[in-house]
């Protein structure tokens, strides 16, 4: 069975910074990409970020040059450094795992609230 155990959230100041990781546990799938989503109360799920299993990254207009995400291919682990937060950053961060590669599978962390002040 699939989990994904997400840490790294919390409170910060303007102009600060955070690292979000996504610890993947469980055996026998293919990891195709991971990612980040971000979720404000009464919007949709937005992307923040995404990485292949090649390593290919995309990012989101508003997060370019801020975040940066990698992975740690011996411990299916993926991370979101967050740099110059902004309040509109603010919102619950969901891991996101995409296994397979004909017939793909999604899964979702349970969430982590980063809030950013002014």
């Known amino acids: 069975q699939v989990q994904l155990v997400e840490s790294g959230g919390g409170l910060v100041q303007a102009g600060g910074s955070l690292r979000l990781s996504c610890a993947v546990s469980?055996?026998?799938?293919?990891?195709?990409?991971m990612g980040w989503y971000r979720q404000t109360p009464g919007k949709q799920r937005d992307l923040v970020a995404a990485?292949?299993?090649?390593?290919?990254?995309n990012y989101a207009d508003s997060v370019k040059g801020r975040f940066t995400i990698s992975r740690e291919n011996a411990r299916n682990t993926v991370y979101l450094q967050m740099d110059s937060l902004k309040p509109e950053d603010t919102a619950v961060y969901y891991c996101h795992l995409r296994t397979g590669v004909i017939t793909t599978y999604d899964y979702w962390g349970q969430g982590t609230q980063v809030t950013v002040s002014s």
């Open positions: 990485i292949t299993s090649g390593g290919s990254t």
């Open positions: 469980g055996s026998g799938f293919r990891i195709n990409r």
